[in-house]
Nanobody, 114 residues
Framework: VQLVESGGGLVQPGGSLTLTCKGS????????LSWFRQVPGKERELVATIGMEGKLISYTDSVKGRFAISRDNFKMSMYLRMNSLKPDDTAQYYC????????WGQGTQVTVSA
């Protein structure tokens, strides 16, 4: 299993970013997938989860109404559209299965700052 995250960057408060998670080495459409984030010194936090067909979706309360998770099984990719970004969203973002049991990728850094 390999997971590669991309799309992070520096953005001003209120701005938007779209993260991409590209998977390989497994049957992408057979797994429930999630986005996580981590700030140095804190535990990794589950941000959003999406079912195998993209119909069952859940978010942590702090991102509801601002973030949107989606996936394209044919492209073996998962996405996280992040709108109305806040400084508290600053973190390293990772993708994994819903329990985070696969080897973690390098993640992609999102920094929200004026």
């Amino acid at each position: 299993v390999q997971l590669v995250e991309s799309g992070g960057g520096l953005v001003q408060p209120g701005g938007s970013l779209t993260l991409t998670c590209k998977g390989s080495g497994f049957v992408f459409g057979n797994y429930v997938l999630s986005w996580f984030r981590q700030v140095p010194g804190k535990e990794r936090e589950l941000v959003a989860t999406i079912g195998m067909e993209g119909k069952l979706i859940s978010y942590t309360d702090s991102v509801k109404g601002r973030f949107a998770i989606s996936r394209d099984n044919f492209k073996m990719s998962m996405y996280l559209r992040m709108n109305s970004l806040k400084p508290d969203d600053t973190a390293q973002y990772y993708c994994n299965n819903r329990i985070g049991s696969w080897t973690w990728g390098q993640g992609t850094q999102v920094t929200v700052s004026a």
